[in-house]
């Protein structure tokens, strides 16, 4: 090889990602989705009071905690180059297993693991089918989500059986004032993957192999391994994602985490992750998740129809992430 720079040098390279833009590029990349967020809940203020209301508060910031969970489990897929369309179907079987685990004996803490294991176990055959077989992340991830959504209404005779443990319920329910335990979980985890992406070895990595992954092999990083584990955190996230969501509902419904495969790579795209690759960050998604958040709540608040509010969410979801991206494009000019 020609180029003689030091790894890390290389990593640095081949990874440029949102992260190693100009300070002032970067902020105001980032910051985009969480003003416009800041904006509309101000707004809310004169023409939707309800919105401050404690109790609505403390939902909002429960499906921050799970929408986030999911969010950044997609990030690392996302800044891989991948996708993973298979989220929502790992949370419904979390919510089932949680559910028929208990359904006659206290069994939470192993039924956790088991929920943590399901979720690791679909992410690597997902990263497999991707790295070894070269399956399109799209097909790869959305036939894995036919074969769990599929196992899980053979398994239950499409009849939601069981229930979820009592106990299980302060994790969503409960906390600090109206601050649930649950939005603590999340924000300590984004903590840590801020800490990972920005200082990180691994970190690197991941930036290495979403933005040249040719590059990545010339300094011995192993693409199927950064990919591998891309996808297993991903699927132990979303896990974690339908743990927390169980605890909130209370009940059994086979379907529930559907909308969060669309609605997780929506936030991360409006946050600042590429499609591409090798771009973006934790702080930018969770922004993201944020602002669509806000405006998903407004469109309830309103008393909109369940049928509205989902052409509120597609029209939303299109042109603020379609101006995001133009706004990106713009910045680096």
């Given amino acids: 090889m020609s180029d003689k720079r030091p790894v890390r040098g290389l990593l640095a390279t081949s990874g440029r990602s949102?992260?190693?833009?100009?300070?002032?590029?970067?902020?105001?990349v980032y910051a985009l989705p969480g003003i416009a967020a800041l904006?509309?809940?101000?707004?809310?203020?004169?023409?939707?009071?309800?919105?401050?209301?404690?109790?609505?508060?403390?939902?909002l910031m429960q499906q921050f905690a799970?929408?986030?969970l999911v969010t950044l489990g997609q990030l690392l897929v996302l800044l891989v180059g991948g996708i993973d369309l298979s989220?929502?179907?790992?949370?419904?079987?979390?919510?089932?297993?949680?559910?028929?685990?208990?359904?006659?004996?206290?069994?939470?803490?192993?039924?956790?693991?088991?929920?943590?294991?399901?979720?690791?176990?679909?992410?690597l055959a997902n990263g497999l089918l991707v790295s070894l077989r070269d399956v399109p992340p799209f097909a790869a991830t959305l036939g894995m989500t036919a074969c769990v959504q599929g196992a899980i209404l053979v398994y239950t005779k499409g009849i939601p059986a069981g229930e979820i443990p009592a106990s299980l319920r302060p994790v969503a329910l409960s906390g600090l004032g109206i601050v649930p335990y649950s939005l603590m979980i999340c924000?300590?985890?984004?903590?840590?993957?801020?800490?990972?992406?920005?200082?990180?070895?691994?970190?690197?990595?991941?930036?290495?192999?979403?933005?040249?992954?040719?590059?990545?092999?010339r300094v011995a990083i192993s693409t199927t391994y950064v990919r591998v584990v891309a996808y297993m955190l991903c699927g132990v996230l979303a896990a974690f994602a339908g743990i927390i969501l169980s605890a909130y509902v209370g009940y059994v419904d086979p379907r529930i985490g559907g909308d969060?495969?669309?609605?997780?790579?929506?936030?991360?795209?409006?946050g600042g992750v590429a499609f591409t690759g090798g771009e973006g960050g934790a702080i930018g998604a969770l922004f993201g998740?944020?602002?669509?958040?806000?405006?998903?709540?407004?469109?309830?608040?309103?008393?909109?129809?369940?049928f509205s509010q989902l052409?509120?969410?597609?029209?939303?979801?299109?042109?603020?992430?379609?101006?995001f991206q133009f706004l990106k494009k713009r910045s680096t000019l």
């Fill in 18 to 28: 949102l992260a190693s833009w100009p300070p002032e590029h970067r902020l105001g």
């Fill in 39 to 59: 904006v509309v809940a101000g707004a809310m203020a004169l023409v939707e009071p309800d919105f401050y209301r404690s109790e609505n508060l403390h939902i």
């Fill in 66 to 68: 799970v929408l986030g």
């Fill in 87 to 123: 989220v929502g179907a790992v949370m419904n079987a979390s919510l089932i297993v949680i559910a028929l685990m208990n359904q006659h004996h206290d069994q939470l803490l192993l039924s956790l693991l088991a929920c943590t294991g399901l979720g690791a176990a679909v992410g």
């Fill in 187 to 217: 924000l300590g985890i984004a903590a840590v993957f801020v800490f990972v992406l920005k200082r990180g070895t691994f970190g690197r990595k991941i930036y290495a192999v979403g933005r040249s992954p040719e590059v990545a092999r």
């Fill in 260 to 270: 969060y495969n669309l609605q997780s790579i929506a936030a991360a795209v409006l």
């Fill in 289 to 306: 998740a944020l602002f669509l958040l806000v405006l998903l709540n407004v469109a309830v608040l309103s008393s909109l129809s369940p």
């Fill in 311 to 323: 052409i509120v969410q597609g029209v939303v979801i299109l042109v603020a992430v379609s101006g």
